[in-house]
Nanobody
């Protein structure tokens, strides 16, 4: 059994910052790529950022968050982070962590991020 537990969401003003965390636990042998997705109300879930498990930790970002968000991971803690800076109202969504483990994709329960004055 695999658990992905996200934390760090909340309410922030435009221009502010938040840091999301996602810790993987359970049967996670073979944990590889991890990532963040988001789903705004009435919209489809979309990719935010991904990071590989290799020592080089290659990253990929959606165009809408490049230069504002930074994904990173701590392999010793099986945890992935998303540092979100210069937040905009359009970043408001439920943010989901995911992880690939031996070809299967697992999802966290999601954490709400609201950007509003």
């Amino acid at each position: 059994q695999v658990q992905l537990v996200e934390s760090g969401g909340g309410l922030v003003q435009p221009g502010g910052s938040l840091r999301l965390s996602c810790a993987a636990s359970g049967t996670i042998f073979g944990l590889s790529a991890m990532g963040w997705y988001r789903q705004a109300l009435g919209k489809q879930r979309e990719l935010v950022a991904t990071i590989t498990s290799s020592s080089s930790s290659m990253t990929n970002y959606a165009d809408s968050v490049k230069d504002r968000f930074t994904i990173s991971r701590d392999n010793a803690k099986n945890t992935v982070y998303l540092q979100m800076d210069s937040l905009k109202p359009e970043d408001t969504a439920v943010y989901y962590c995911n992880a690939m483990i031996i070809g299967l994709v697992y999802w966290g329960q999601g954490t709400q991020v609201t950007v509003s004055a």
